[in-house]
């Protein structure tokens, strides 16, 4: 079926039937009606295909992220996927690897096929992507770069919830696992945490960079020991799982000798022996939102909207994984 059938059976002209379909608010309502009708009897989907190459749109999305093996991705890309959908847009989803390389290649590459991308927790410098931007709506999700739009997860305060949950515990040496080179969200997790620290009058060790993964947790057990701290808080979830599996190979408990807390409240983290405290990421509603930045710039085409900015809150969830320090460690 194409659109000249529509308009047949709808009794009016194929240029009108089009606007019906793609531009609804230029015809009249009983008309829209009765080409949408028309158009269900019929069977008829339009051509995407023929359709970019007479719009320039693909009414594609790109989505790439840091890596898609770590839990806190996926319900941010189901999210976004289901509400794109809902808009008549697809996602295609991309993974780096963590490696920057890759993640300049793949934002070229997609640049090609999609009328915008959603950036999550990128690696490359501000100037590179601020350079790739420049070429295509982007929307970023935990990174904030002048010009660009933005999602970001309030991981500050998540931070200084962490440090503050620990000082009331009792713990007054603790320790912060950092995440990779390039991470927004450590350096945010940095600085927020070292003046709760200061604040609350409590000594704070910052390590790193480590890899932000389990094996990047287990490999931190070591340094985080030598810090003699009571109370540490990792990357991620994933992080504080492996900083819990180090531990316990050290022969040190959790939290009975030393409290852990992880960021992201992923299924991996509450399903974990102890269940792990952790700061809440709202992964869900900023896929959501960073769909909508993204649409509002490719459907209005206001310059107004390529610098919107929207933070969302972050909670810390206390479980099992921490308790007040064993007095016998000093």
Request: neutral net charge.
């Amino acid at each position: 079926m194409t659109i000249r059938d529509v308009a047949q059976a709808a009794g009016v002209h194929v240029s009108t039937a089009s606007r019906a379909l793609t531009a609804s608010h230029l015809v009249k309502k009983e008309t829209r009606e009765r080409v949408l009708a028309a158009a269900a009897r019929l069977g008829y989907r339009p051509n995407e295909s023929a359709r970019a190459l007479t719009t320039g749109r693909t009414r594609n999305l790109g989505l790439i992220v840091s890596d898609i093996a770590n839990p806190f991705f996926p319900p941010l890309i189901k999210a976004a996927q289901a509400h794109a959908r809902v808009r008549g847009y697809q996602v295609f989803v991309a993974d780096t690897d963590e490696d920057v390389r890759v993640e300049e290649e793949l934002i070229q590459t997609l640049a090609r096929q999609v009328d915008g991308v959603v950036l999550v927790s990128p690696r490359l410098a501000d100037d590179v992507i601020a350079r790739l931007g420049g070429d295509l709506p982007f929307v970023l999700v935990n990174r904030q770069i002048t010009g660009l739009s933005a999602v970001l997860m309030d991981v500050a305060h998540g931070a200084v919830r962490a440090v503050e949950h620990l000082a009331g515990l009792g713990h007054t040496r603790l320790a912060l696992v950092c995440g990779p080179r390039g991470s927004w969200t450590s350096a945010q997790m940095r600085r927020a945490a070292g003046q709760a620290a200061a604040d609350a009058g409590v000594r704070l060790d910052v390590l790193g960079p480590n890899a932000p993964t389990e094996q990047g947790g287990i490999a931190a057990t070591a340094e985080v020991l030598g810090t003699g701290a009571t109370g540490v808080i990792g990357y991620n979830d994933l992080v504080a799982i492996g900083l819990i599996e180090g531990l316990d190979a050290h022969g040190v408990r959790v939290p009975d000798d030393l409290s852990v807390i992880g960021v992201d409240d992923t299924v991996a983290g509450r399903l974990n022996r102890p269940r792990l405290t952790t700061v809440a990421m709202p992964t869900a509603p900023a896929g959501r939102t960073a769909v909508d930045l993204l649409l509002q710039t490719l459907e209005s085409g206001e310059p107004d909207h390529a610098t919107a900015q929207t933070t969302l809150a972050t909670s810390l969830v206390v479980r099992d994984s921490t308790a007040p320090p064993d007095q016998s460690r000093g």
